[in-house]
T-cell receptor, first 113, second 115 residues
Framework: AQSVAQPEDQVNVAEGNPLTVKCTYSVSGNPYLFWYVQYPNRGLQFLLKYITGDNLVKGSYGFEAEFNKSQTSFHLKKPSALVSDSALYFCAVKRGSQGNLIFGKGTKLSVKP | DAGVIQSPRHEVTEMGQEVTLRCKPISGHNSLFWYRQTMMRGLELLIYFNNNVPIDDSGMPEDRFSAKMPNASFSTLKIQPSEPRDSAVYFC?????????????FGPGTRLLVL
């Protein structure tokens, strides 16, 4: 069965430092992986996705994610965190041929000045 | 593009009342999803339509919940009768016709409080 895990409920980072939000997945066949961000009282916004090709995917707001097939991971990264990056981040994996997404529980990112 | 539109944005109702949530997907998108988000359960898929046809409703909690998509530009999620445990944020999302690699885009959500 397809699943996705975000092992950290919260990540705390100082502004200007690099950040990583972790995601691991379990899926049969080729994985299709997504990252979304949710700001308070807002809907989920698409950040980036991996379908095929280069393992390093670049997305919105300076975020990137690295697909690692051997470790079944798709960690979200940013070289220099901003206070405005503070939000809830969701990793998702495509479920089956229908393309439904299974979401992780979310990781709250807190960037302090 | 206006994005996915949901109404109302906030709804407060009393237990036992009927609640109807509305969604207008992005024009040209042929798949529509209803999700529920709570602190306890996170983000849950309730039902998924493709070309206006319900494909997977296994996430619908019980018979009190029903969803319709009468045309490509409108969907409703109805709760009747509502209960306090239905309090949550309900999101609608739509996806284009490019297939499984297409991205889902979410609406702003409806925050429902059942007293």
């Amino acid at each position: 069965a397809q699943s996705v895990a975000q092992p950290e409920d919260q990540v705390n980072v100082a502004e200007g430092n690099p950040l990583t939000v972790k995601c691991t997945y379990s899926v049969s066949g080729n994985p299709y992986l997504f990252w979304y961000v949710q700001y308070p009282n807002r809907g989920l916004q698409f950040l980036l996705k991996y379908i095929t090709g280069d393992n390093l995917v670049k997305g919105s707001y300076g975020f990137e994610a690295e697909f690692n097939k051997s470790q079944t991971s798709f960690h979200l990264k940013k070289p220099s965190a901003l206070v405005s990056d503070s939000a809830l981040y969701f990793c998702a994996v495509k479920r089956g041929s229908q393309g439904n997404l299974i979401f992780g529980k979310g990781t709250k990112l807190s960037v302090k000045p | 593009d206006a994005g996915v539109i949901q109404s109302p944005r906030h709804e407060v109702t009393e237990m036992g009342q009927e609640v109807t949530l509305r969604c207008k997907p992005i024009s040209g998108h042929n798949s529509l999803f209803w999700y529920r988000q709570t602190m306890m359960r996170g983000l849950e898929l309730l039902i998924y339509f493709n070309n206006n046809v319900p494909i997977d409703d296994s996430g619908m909690p019980e018979d009190r919940f029903s969803a319709k998509m009468p045309n490509a530009s409108f969907s409703t999620l109805k709760i009747q009768p509502s209960e306090p445990r239905d309090s949550a944020v309900y999101f609608c999302a739509s996806r284009g016709s490019g297939g499984w690699s297409e991205t889902q885009y979410f609406g702003p959500g409806t925050r429902l409080l059942v007293l």
